[in-house]
């Protein structure tokens, strides 16, 4: 048995010719674009083995944790749906990442952060398990609490105060240049641990996890703008129901606008998030009402196209279709897939959460295999169904 751990493949840091290159140059580009400032108080100290349990609010988050971590060269523990596409998968195997299934246990992942951490590493993990579409963070995912007692190392966070705000997932004109604070604190000593209970952990992590971009622009970035031509343009990816007249799927972006097309209500997004012209001021009020206007007792049903990863390791984007129905209990599939039927359910308990590409597909696991549902005849829809599970497991806190 000990000759067999000897000859454990180590999990190794990120290539540093690679790693280095392109860490020094997007911290040189973040910081003259975006005015990135970054507090390293907490990290001065670092070493590891340590681990990084961090908000996940943006795609940018990755870059920003990295830089605040330099000259370290951390593990981050990644969805494994990256892994799917040949470039990105080449690339995150330079960097050495841990891939891990979202919603579902996954035995391998735990192997390499157990792994990661008695080698000394740093380790990054995101725990909310998926990039929140509206800037407003979600629950943990289960185990991460239990995860941190089993580790018993020095617990940090980092958060990217504004990287939402310059590169939200809705949007569709790419860097809105304003200005990011990256925050780090130090969250447990690795001696405490031992003696803090689950629940107690748990706390401390989602008090840490708990992040609100339009907290943020209101408070911390009062009268920055974040500039950019077409600043609500793919808005309504994530706003599907008018205020004003109830109708689903109508909305319709151009610019600063988002415009209800069944009944014309416009409202306007200004270079601050501030919403005028409707009966909100920040889209995460618009979201959140919406939420609450779901009929959880009403099942959604939708024709879907589905994606899924081929025998190559790549994923087929048009790899079948069928249909897929959730009421409060269940999630149920059935269609074909790669030439063979395919029907399944599983229980919204389970699942807990959609993961979601705004516009174009949600994610779910069955038997630990990841389809994506492209819903059909329009692919925005997908929200409303993140949104339903997302309040039926009473996924987002809002304080």
Known sequence: MAEKKKNVKPIGKPNPFLYYPLAYVAGAIFKLVCRVKIDRSALQNIQGPAFIVCPHISNIDFILVALALLPHRPNFVTSEHFMARPLIRWFLTKMAVIPKKMYCADIRAMR?????????????????????????????TDGTAELVKKLGINVYTVTGNGAYLTLPKWGKAG???????????????????????????????????????????????????????????????????????????????????????????????????VLHGGPFK????????????????V???????????????????????????????????????????????????????????????FDLYHNKIMYNFRLQPDPRANMKWVAFLDRLNNNVRVE
């Open 282 to 297: 920040s889209i995460n009020e618009w979201f959140f009402w919406q939420m609450e206007q779901i009929d959880l007792d």
């Open 299 to 361: 099942p959604l049903e939708s024709e879907t196209i589905v994606i899924a990863v081929g025998p190559d390791g790549n994923r087929d984007f048009n790899a079948g279709s069928g249909t897929i129905r959730m009421d409060r209990e269940m999630i149920h599939f059935k269609g074909t897939v790669f030439g063979e039927a395919l029907e399944f359910e599983e229980t919204t308990r389970s699942v807990k959460a959609f993961p979601a590409a705004v516009g174009s597909h």
């Open 112 to 140: 390499s952060i157990l792994q990661a951490k008695d080698q000394g590493h740093l380790i990054v993990i995101f725990p909310e398990g998926r990039l929140s579409c509206f800037g407003h963070s979600v629950n943990l």
């Open 175 to 273: 860097l809105r240049p304003g200005r990011i604070q990256v925050e780090s604190l130090k969250l447990l000593d690795a001696e405490a641990i031992p003696d803090m209970s689950v629940a107690e952990i748990q706390e401390v992590l989602e008090l840490a996890i708990l992040h609100d971009e339009d907290k943020v622009a209101r408070e911390m970035m009062s009268g920055v703008k974040y500039k950019c031509k077409a600043p609500a343009e793919g808005l309504d990816g994530i706003l599907y129901k008018c205020p004003e007249c109830g109708a689903e799927f109508r909305m319709e972006t151009s610019g600063s606008l988002i415009r209800c097309s069944a009944c014309g209500l416009e409202a306007k997004l200004d270079e601050s998030y």
